[in-house]
């Protein structure tokens, strides 16, 4: 499996050529990444799938969809909830020892993470947690093999529901654009399309 065939399948026809500075990316979240997830960024670059499932890329405008913003928000929102309830975070958040690290989300509410060990990044697998309810979520495979599974709707997650639409799921291009009036914050963004093209790459 690999982000061209992904790509193929989810009816993106050629890399949107998203580009970012890894340094700076790496060392805003605080780790190297995995190398599939890279090549991800450069095909697709910010968007989601079927308008559902979010996947968060490094150097946009938006803070809701940044990666480093979002592993920021999670430790935000972690500390609230302790603060309101005085309970220890059900899973440990990077950079604690096999801490899990936000990668995306979908429109319920849910995250999908990496849940980072010793092992090299591209070695990491995948985890979920439910926006609702208290039910944990793991796959045994990494950043590329999941969204295979989700785009064919083949996802054992119990949170993630059955495709309503088409089958292979569709991507649907974004900008990473922070929208006036919408939640998150403005960031400087640093990540551009390549070429000089609108970065749409899609039938």
Same mark, same amino acid.
């Given at each position: 499996? &690999? !982000? ?38 450069y095909w697709f670059g910010p968007g989601g799938f079927d308008d559902y499932l979010i996947v968060c890329v490094p150097g946009v405008e938006n803070s809701n969809t940044e990666l480093a913003a979002h592993l920021a928000a999670a430790h935000e929102g972690a500390r609230v909830r302790a603060r309101l309830t005085g309970a220890a975070p ?26 980072? &060990? ?11 947690? +439910?926006?609702?309810? &208290?039910?944990?979520? =793991? ?6 093999? =999941?969204?295979?599974? =989700? ?7 119990? =949170? !993630? +529901? ?42």
């Amino acid at each position: 499996m &690999s !982000i061209e065939s992904l790509a193929r399948a989810a009816e993106l026809t050629a890399p949107r050529r998203y580009q970012v500075d890894w340094d700076r990316a790496e060392a805003a979240v605080g780790t190297v990444l995995p190398a599939d997830y890279k090549e991800y960024v450069y095909w697709f670059g910010p968007g989601g799938f079927d308008d559902y499932l979010i996947v968060c890329v490094p150097g946009v405008e938006n803070s809701n969809t940044e990666l480093a913003a979002h592993l920021a928000a999670a430790h935000e929102g972690a500390r609230v909830r302790a603060r309101l309830t005085g309970a220890a975070p059900r899973v440990p958040l990077f950079p604690e020892p096999g801490g899990w690290l936000p990668w995306g989300f979908t429109t319920g509410g849910d995250g999908l993470y990496w849940v980072t &060990s010793e092992d090299a990044p591209d070695r990491w697998t995948v985890a979920g947690r +439910p926006g609702r309810g &208290s039910d944990l979520a =793991f796959f045994d495979g990494g950043f590329t093999a =999941f969204l295979h599974t =989700f785009v064919r709707d083949t996802v054992e997650m119990p =949170f !993630i +529901p059955e495709a309503e639409g088409d089958v292979p799921v569709p991507f649907q291009p974004g900008t990473g654009a922070w929208l006036e009036g919408g939640a998150g914050t403005r960031l400087e963004a640093y990540g551009r399309f390549g070429g000089g093209g609108s970065g749409q790459g899609c039938q």
